[in-house]
């Protein structure tokens, strides 16, 4: 496959005009330095990852005097799985021009210190702090090398001929260097807060991870919308065993507290939020976007004329209800939060175990959309040649219409999968095998362990074939306010953070500028929502103050509500 990579960002003539903007603008709308430091991560190829962390941070130097240190970098792991280019030099001056005063290279420092017995102290931001060893938990050590072996791989699991491998023994070694230069860096510099993209792999997790340790707060900003980002505070922790188990609750507390409340008041832009996620503009979507992807089923009658299509097309029995059961990518992220089975192809290969026995409904699995991306393996063929025979369809998602979809499916079955949020917001109930954000929200049937996935599993076969109901009146309209939290109540729209689909070269860079050189920055919806989640600690940043009084609520959402 040829890869095209963008023109430099280096190259592109509105690139240092928009740098001059924002170091003019930064210098003048943060708070004086001091002698802590706000750990801000720059690991992404994409620029606009790099912004949207560097904003959140400079958010929160409005109100707390603090430093930047930026860390960067990449290596020939995420060059060959996930990077196509990887610009250092833009990454580097777009941190000056935020504030930073070091920019350094994890990956390179990780890599100078593997095989050398005496590397010395970090340099960084003009101090020297000694690497005194790592005091992660081995085991919390060894899952995060197992994810990430998997993830490099493009495997399911980590086999005994992988883990006897060199490139296990790679990861592993430089993990746990990993783990060493990031406590260094939070014993050392006494951080303000983590900024990160991601919480995953040894990259990234592993500064998570020491954050957890030495009790610094974590914010996890979004790649989607506008401006998304979670956050973990050291009061907040319950004693989860990972950031999005945490995570998990805290979500699921505040919205039962204030979003399901609220329900009177939000119940019209819920119903426009389940209207424009039909063509799925923006994510969360498990499925491809846009128009060309959207449900153009409007009544029961629509639906029925396309699935008596669908049935005789795959070849379903028509008297018999479909269970879809979608396909995880299998290498992304193990055991980030709470799951059901050892792996996430575990769960798919006893699930299509079990659906071969169970021949009294009709079984649809379906593989992820982005699944070769995840798997070098052939895991999905190799399972649909398994099962060649029986009556489970195996089918590549891109070859299904979401018309024909929705119109077919009973009941979905996943894991942590977007599909959980989507489905039941048009009355299609949804098992999880595994905790996800929106989990513990009430709207899907979600499974202890292992034991209690095969009796939910069983039971909703049950009522499938008796013709009962599986999903309420209440965990639709659950969904349908999930789908506008996640789209809009907890999406900061400012023009400090262009919309994700605004793409990362000039028409962003003439949009950022514009915005730090004419729009002033006084109650700037980022510096409002950044100083309201880190005062309240709240888990995610919000639009608007979901805690007002009824009357304040209606007010701060602008009377669409009211029609």
């Not at 290279?105 to 931001?125: C, E, K, M, Q, Y």
């Not at 006494?190 to 995953?200: F, K, M, Q, R």
């Not at 299509?309 to 479909?322: E, Q």
């Not at 052939?378 to 369809?393: I, M, Q, Y």
Request: include cysteine; proline fraction near 4%; hydrophobic fraction near 45%.
């Amino acid at each position: 496959m040829t890869v095209t990579v963008p023109k430099r960002t280096m190259d592109i003539k509105e690139f240092p005009l928009f740098l001059a903007a924002a170091s003019e603008f930064w210098q003048r709308n943060v708070l004086p330095d001091s002698e802590r430091v706000i750990l801000v991560e720059a690991m992404s190829q994409d620029l606009r990852v790099t912004l949207r962390n560097l904003t959140v941070a400079n958010a929160l130097r409005r109100f707390v005097p603090a430093r930047l240190v930026v860390f960067t970098g990449a290596d020939d792991d995420w060059h060959d799985i996930l990077w196509t280019f990887f610009e250092s030099d833009a990454l580097s001056a777009i941190s000056n021009a935020y504030g930073a005063v070091d920019v350094i290279d994890i990956h390179d420092l990780v890599d100078s210190r593997i095989g050398n017995p005496d590397p010395g102290a970090l340099h960084v931001a003009g101090q020297d702090l000694p690497v005194t060893g790592s005091g992660i938990d081995p085991d919390v050590l060894a899952e995060i090398v197992r994810a990430t072996v998997c993830r490099v791989l493009k495997t399911p699991r980590v086999t005994d001929e992988i883990r006897a491998g060199a490139k296990y023994a790679q990861v592993q070694e430089r993990s746990a260097e990993f783990s060493n230069v990031y406590d260094a860096l939070f014993a050392g510099l006494d951080p303000v807060a983590l900024i990160t993209s991601h919480v995953d792999y040894n990259l990234w997790g592993l500064a998570v991870e020491s954050a957890g340790r030495f009790n610094v707060p974590t914010v996890h900003v979004q790649s989607t919308g506008s401006l998304k980002a979670y956050a973990l505070f050291p009061e907040t922790k319950r004693g989860a065993p990972t950031f999005r188990a945490e995570l998990t609750h805290q979500i699921a507390d505040f919205f039962e507290s204030y979003v399901w409340p609220n329900r009177d008041q939000l119940r019209n832009s819920a119903e426009l939020t389940a209207s424009r996620v039909k063509g799925t503009w923006g994510k969360p979507s498990w499925w491809r976007g846009g128009s060309i992807s959207a449900i153009e089923l409007q009544t029961p009658e629509d639906r029925l004329s396309v699935r008596e299509h669908a049935l005789a097309r795959y070849g379903f029995d028509p008297d018999k209800p479909v269970i879809a059961v979608y396909n995880h990518a299998v290498s992304d992220a193990l055991n980030t939060n709470v799951e059901c089975f050892e792996d996430l192809g575990a769960w798919y290969e006893a699930t299509a175990d079990f659906a071969a026995k169970r021949d009294d409904v009709n079984w649809l699995f379906i593989d992820h959309p982005s699944q070769h991306l995840y798997d070098s393996t052939g895991f999905f063929d190799n399972l649909k040649d398994k099962h060649a025979g029986t009556p489970l369809v195996f089918l590549p998602s891109l070859e299904m219409s979401k018309n024909v979809m929705w119109s077919l499916v009973d009941l979905g079955v996943t894991v942590r999968g977007s599909i959980s949020t989507e489905l039941p917001a048009y009355g299609i109930a949804a098992i999880q095998a595994g905790w996800s954000e929106w989990s513990h929200c009430g709207f899907t049937i979600l499974a202890e362990d292992a034991d209690d996935y095969w009796v939910k599993l069983d039971e909703s076969i049950e009522s499938l074939l008796a013709g009962r109901r599986l999903v309420t009146d209440e965990q639709i309209e659950r969904a349908r306010l999930w789908a506008w939290f996640y789209r809009s109540g907890a999406d900061v729209s400012t023009p400090l953070v262009q919309h994700w689909e605004m793409g990362r070269m000039e028409f962003l860079m003439v949009a950022l500028r514009v915005a730090m050189q004419h729009i002033e920055a006084d109650a700037d919806p980022a510096f409002t929502a950044v100083r309201r989640m880190w005062v309240r600690k709240d888990p995610f940043l919000t639009r608007t103050d979901l805690t007002l009084s009824a009357e304040e609520f209606a007010m701060a959402l602008g009377g669409v509500n009211e029609l």
